[in-house]
T-cell receptor, first 112, second 116 residues
Framework: GNSVTQMEGPVTLSEEAFLTINCTYT??????LFWYVQYPGEGLQLLLK?????DKGSNKGFEATYRKETTSFHLEKGSVQVSDSAVYFC???????????FGKGTMLLVSP | EAGVVQSPRYKIIEKKQPVAFWCNPI?????LYWYLQNLGQGPELLIR????????DSQLPKDRFSAERLKGVDSTLKIQPAELGDSAVYLC??????????????FGAGTRLSVL
């Protein structure tokens, strides 16, 4: 079956530091890949997505590239802000199906 | 445009009591999902509706959980009777189910259930 593995948190950074959150996946075929973010007390929000190999998703300074050869979709940001503190979830869906398979989430804590 | 609306936001009940959660998806979204999110875990699908039809309920514990989406719009998820292990956040999501946006799901804020 499908699965998503994320690095464990919390990830603790100072403001303006570089961020990487690792995500690898197992799936048959060619899944679509997503990063969702969950701020305290709120629902999940789509951060970015990629639907085929070598696609790069980007939003709000965050980027992730769909790497089929390494089955990875690592999230990066060049300079984090305190407001980026949240839980980040990597997820996939099979082509033609809409159900998402999520990783366990990685908490990011950014201090001033 | 309003997002996915869930109520209540919080619910505290004693074990063996019934409980119900309500979800109103984004207008025009045909696909509706209920997810279970345990503490420190990612959401896991309970049931998926295409309009009023439950097309994937394989992960729904049918001995105590039930769901309905009678008119293909809002939905209710029920637990009867609740057990201590049901304490979690119950998330509702919707998607348009069409075209390139088919896989983009929009989530509500969730209902946090505590069973005492």
């Amino acid at each position: 079956g499908n699965s998503v593995t994320q690095m464990e948190g919390p990830v603790t950074l100072s403001e303006e530091a570089f961020l990487t959150i690792n995500c690898t996946y197992t799936a048959t075929g060619y899944p679509s890949l997503f990063w969702y973010v969950q701020y305290p007390g709120e629902g999940l929000q789509l951060l970015l997505k990629a639907t085929k190999a070598d696609d790069k998703g980007s939003n709000k300074g965050f980027e992730a590239t769909y790497r089929k050869e390494t089955t990875s979709f690592h999230l990066e940001k060049g300079s984090v802000q305190v407001s980026d503190s949240a839980v980040y979830f990597c997820a996939l869906s099979d082509q033609g199906y809409s159900t998402l398979t999520f990783g366990k989430g990685t908490m990011l804590l950014v201090s001033p | 445009e309003a997002g996915v609306v869930q109520s209540p936001r919080y619910k505290i009940i004693e074990k063996k009591q019934p409980v119900a959660f309500w979800c109103n998806p984004i207008s025009g979204h045909n696909t509706l999902y209920w997810y279970l999110q345990n503490l420190g875990q990612g959401p896991e699908l309970l049931i998926r509706y295409e309009n009023e039809e439950a097309v994937d309920d394989s992960q729904l514990p049918k001995d105590r959980f039930s769901a309905e989406r009678l008119k293909g719009v809002d939905s209710t998820l029920k637990i009867q009777p609740a057990e201590l292990g049901d304490s979690a956040v119950y998330l509702c999501a919707s998607s348009s189910g069409q075209g390139i946006a088919k896989n983009i799901q929009y989530f509500g804020a969730g209902t946090r259930l505590s069973v005492l």
